[in-house]
């Protein structure tokens, strides 16, 4: 019994250790053991994994390596791609030669790694966490110096830390291939590496040997044809130097996973893996659209997406063939209309935004400025078009090019690069008449629309003083052109107000409160009673009269008027729907705002405020732009109101100090609050947090979190990094929103209240983004005051410092 117990136990503990041995990764290939099909190898910390596989239906083996730990099976990496196993009899092992050799069953040689010969018994191969299959002499000890490895010889992937380029040292030119198909990893028809292209490096695919897509130049920040925004996703490298040219990559941290892939059709595409969704997304794909596609239009031309025609001659040019041209046959391009001779008055044409010609024939200049680039260009009569070649700096260097431009192509995000070509006399006079045309026709329909609103101003004017209040008045000169304002008597007021009864009041505000009347014509008013300890002084109540009575916008309350009799008080339009943080905060489910309706809120909020920093005659800083000023017409319209506040500038605001703050904590910028240093910027600031509001449901001040300390800005922007924005969503919002449109919003605000006033976009910009992709916005870098969470009017940021506790971290991020 004994001897039977002993022998099971026996049993039991001897498979137990077989099955340990078994179950063990084991990451290194030796001499003594071969690897077939079946086994495999997996990197030590179990991130990736080479064995054999079959793609799709196919019966074919190939040695390959996969991610270990997504559950897609998702190659990155094929050794025998036009050799395959037909069979499971493959085997790989370390040859005698000391290279890494995959056999068939007749011992035919299907795929060898091409490093030297070496007499060395003690080669392994291994593979890493990084994805790479290296081989190495296990006698010598140093790290990173390997007989072969398969990121030298990249399939149809690239993965972070691989190097897309040349070692200039070995001559060795490291590209992606495309498979044959989806199905079918032997070589396809295109390859992407580096185009050394003479001195200037480029990233081309290349079908055959045809370009099908460049990347323009590396300019210092980016390929010049493919700006790219700072991401969280990955993070990309350049390097050029006389030992090595090549592009790389990394993932923006340890749980980011990426890879970019040439695809069979020849598209470059960049994946990220959504641990959430268990799938691979494409984030990015080159070439991108139609004007991505080399030479698209063919020489001399510029690609416009979104133009009804995408392909457009230069200026001074025309098309080769206008028979081709009009039925949408691009490909012959444009000639020159006048020969460029040198002629007296030839000139040049600033092109914006855009990818610079393909380096055929081009001479450079890496120490001339662009002064020195245009008179170098000017003296060949030769030349086409110069351009910097170092946008760093506000740019440097020189490119002059030589006969046709091709592959040039209108960026849609402005990316630091212009063109300048080479126009005659005429051309350059037509660019200049077209100018003065434009100027003319401006001038005159603004002279005719002067007329009218001057005639109607009569008329209003008129009509009004028979209406009965009758007076009009005429504001301190502080602008020359003094102001004339209707001024209501008290008498007026308070019959209209039926004397300021309680149940006419609207609400209160910091200067006093606010009723509603009706004029004996039937208009509805509001009237703002300005309380004698009221903050607002008589400059503030001037100001405030002369403000708004100048501006005209349908995102802007009207003023109607005045009253100085005994006290002061201001006469508005009517707002039937009161101020929007009675709609955003503390609301039900039931009168909650549907995604459109505040999405328009937020859109003509941002209009009422361009007019106020840009468009309008005065330059204006509102300083206290918050959810309740801004009061909503019948039509949900926005309006901003309150101008108590605003300061008023001639032309360009630049930043200004005080020492008087105004405002309301919670909105203020960080740079306001504490330094007294006001601007554009700040107001921003302010609309970036109302934006924020808008979307969350809560206030900026008020926020509090179980898990955290920060403020709603704070918050926002940890869900923004943990990628939880929609989290961050209302849960009151009504269902029916398009979540990429709000995520853009959040976005958008986040970029308005980034801590440094430099990097929040200006109001122009914000309505463009409102209107654009997401994908193509920049990243946000740390909000300010994002750990406000006190209701003390101190130094915010000092209060978080208690919250220690808190585990999370919030990385800044830094821009590339
Ligand atoms: P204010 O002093 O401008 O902050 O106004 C205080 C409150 O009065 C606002 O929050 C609104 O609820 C109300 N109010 C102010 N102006 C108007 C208006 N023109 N129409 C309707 N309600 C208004």
Redesign the pocket.
């Known amino acids: 019994m004994d001897i039977l117990c002993f022998s099971v136990l026996y049993c039991i503990s001897i498979s137990l250790f077989s099955l340990a041995e078994v179950c063990k990764s084991v990451d290194v290939l030796s001499s003594s053991e071969p690897i077939r099909d079946g086994d495999t190898l997996v990197s030590a910390g179990e991130k990736f994994q080479l064995g054999f596989f079959s793609p799709g239906n196919s019966s074919n083996r190939f040695l390959a390596i996969w991610y270990h730990n997504i559950p897609e099976k998702t190659i990155v990496w094929v050794a025998n791609g036009d050799n395959p196993v037909t069979d499971s009899s493959g085997v790989l092992r370390i040859g005698n030669e000391g290279k890494l050799v995959l056999v068939n069953q007749a011992e035919r040689v299907l795929w060898s790694s091409n490093n030297m010969n070496t007499s060395s018994q003690s080669v392994v191969a291994q593979l890493l966490d990084s994805g790479n299959l290296v081989l190495k002499d296990d006698s010598e000890n140093v790290s990173g110096n390997y007989l072969w490895q398969s990121f030298d010889r990249p399939s149809n992937t690239l993965l972070a830390g691989m190097k897309l380029g040349w070692d200039l040292r070995m001559g060795l030119d490291r590209h992606m291939t495309s498979w044959k198909s989806a199905e079918d990893p032997s070589t396809g028809d295109f390859t992407y590496g580096v185009d050394l292209g003479g001195i200037i490096p480029q990233l081309v695919i290349r079908k055959g040997r045809v370009k099908y897509f460049r990347s323009g130049p590396w300019n210092g920040i980016q390929f010049s044809g493919v700006p790219l925004t700072p991401n969280l996703i990955f993070i990309p490298k350049f390097v050029n130097n006389s030992q090595e040219v090549y592009y790389t990559f990394n993932n923006f941290n340890e749980s980011t996973i990426t890879r970019s892939v040439l695809n069979a059709s020849g598209n470059h595409q960049r994946y990220l893996w959504n641990e959430e969704t268990q799938e691979w997304t494409v984030i990015y794909m080159l070439p991108h659209d139609a004007c991505d596609v080399y030479g698209n239009c063919g020489p001399n031309t510029m690609c416009i997406v979104g133009d009804f025609q995408i392909c457009n001659c230069m200026t001074g040019y025309q098309p080769k063939s206008q028979a081709e041209w009009d039925s949408l046959v691009w490909s012959s391009g444009c000639v020159s209309k006048n020969p460029f001779n040198c002629s007296k008055g030839e000139g040049f044409k600033r092109l914006e935004g855009v990818k610079i010609p393909d380096l055929l024939q081009f001479t450079m200049n890496t120490s001339m400025s662009l002064k020195e680039c245009e008179f170098e260009c000017f003296k060949n009569c030769s030349c086409r078009a110069y351009a910097n070649i170092d946008a760093t700096g506000g740019g440097s260097g020189c490119l002059l090019w030589f006969g046709d431009l091709l592959d040039v192509r209108k960026l849609s995000v402005h990316a630091n690069q212009d063109l300048y070509i080479r126009v005659s006399a005429s051309d350059l006079d037509s660019v200049n008449s077209k100018w003065k045309e434009w100027v003319a026709v401006a001038i005159s329909v603004a002279f005719v629309v002067l007329l009218v609103v001057l005639y109607f101003c009569i008329i209003w004017k008129r009509k009004k003083h028979a209406q009965g209040t009758g007076i009009t008045f005429d504001l301190p000169a502080e602008d020359e052109n003094s102001l004339q304002l209707l001024i209501f008597d008290r008498v007026t007021i308070l019959q209209a107000t039926n004397n300021f009864c309680d149940s006419n009041k609207?609400?209160?505000?910091?200067?006093?409160p606010?009723y509603?009347g009706q004029l004996p014509n039937g208009q509805e008013i509001?009237v703002?009673r300005l309380s004698e300890d009221s903050r607002q002084g008589l400059n503030e109540f001037k100001n405030e009269v002369m403000l708004i009575a100048k501006l005209q916008h349908r995102n802007l309350?009207k003023l109607l008027g005045c009253c100085i009799e005994e006290e002061r008080m201001l006469i508005?339009?009517?707002?039937p729907n009161?101020?929007l943080?009675s709609f955003i905060f503390g609301k039900t489910r039931e009168n909650s705002l549907v995604w459109r309706m505040r999405f328009d809120i937020i859109v003509g909020i941002a209009r009422g405020l361009l007019y106020l920093h840009r468009d309008s005659r005065l330059r204006i800083i509102h300083r206290d732009l918050k959810a309740?000023?801004v009061?909503l017409d019948n039509e949900m319209n926005p309006k901003i109101?309150?101008f108590g506040m605003a300061r008023v500038f001639g032309g360009d605001i630049s930043l200004v100090k005080t020492k008087r703050i105004v405002g309301t904590y919670g909105y203020m910028a960080p740079e306001y609050a504490i330094d007294g240093l006001f601007s554009t910027k700040s107001d921003i600031f302010s609309f970036g947090v109302l934006l924020l509001e808008i979307i969350s449901g809560k206030r900026n001040r008020e926020f509090n979190h179980p898990d955290h300390c920060f403020n709603l800005l704070g918050h926002a922007w940890m869900l923004w990094l943990e990628r939880k924005a929609s989290d961050f969503i209302d849960p009151q919002l009504p269902n029916s929103f398009d979540l990429s449109e709000v995520v853009k919003c959040i976005h958008v605000g986040l970029l308005c209240v980034q801590r440094r006033p430099d990097d929040r976009p200006n109001m122009s910009t914000v309505l463009l983004m409102l209107d654009s992709e997401s994908a193509s916005l920049p990243q946000p870098k740390q909000p300010g005051f994002y750990i406000e969470r006190s209701s003390e009017h101190t130094n915010v940021e000092m209060s978080g410092r208690n919250c220690n506790s808190n585990e999370i971290t919030i990385t800044l991020l830094e821009g590339r």
């Open positions: 609207l609400g209160e505000g910091g200067f006093g606010v509603k509001a703002k309350v508005y339009e009517y707002m009161g101020s943080d309740s000023n009061l109101s309150d």
